[in-house]
Nanobody
């Protein structure tokens, strides 16, 4: 089983980025994005159920970020708009079968992709 994340980069405040995460080896009930800023703990960003498309977001990204999925490609996306410097972090995709917003709820993790937002 492997999760491959991509799409990070450097963007100015107010800009947009789209992250992608491809899962291989099996399908999952839930896929999610977390992020970890320097010196901080990894935090939940958004999750989606792969069959029904139900979504849930951290309050600070609501209205700016959109998580979506392509079941046929076993891929989840994170469209990030109106980016702020405080969104700067390494973004990780995660997958599992338990609905939750904790790191412990997810069994598989991608390698992380850096997102840097300049002011």
């Amino acid at each position: 089983v492997q999760l491959q994340a991509s799409g990070g980069g450097l963007v100015q405040a107010g800009g947009s980025l789209r992250l992608s995460c491809v899962a291989s080896g099996r399908t999952f009930r839930i896929m999610a994005w977390f992020r970890q800023a320097p010196g901080k703990e990894r935090e939940f960003v958004a999750r989606i159920t792969m069959s029904g498309g139900l979504t849930y977001y951290q309050d600070s990204v609501k209205g700016r970020f959109t998580i979506s999925r392509n079941d046929a490609k076993n891929t989840v996306y994170l469209q990030m708009n109106s980016l702020k410097p405080e969104d700067t972090a390494v973004y990780y995709c995660a997958a599992g079968d338990t609905l939750g917003a904790l790191v412990s709820a997810y069994d598989y993790w991608g390698q992380g992709t850096q997102v840097t937002v300049s002011s």
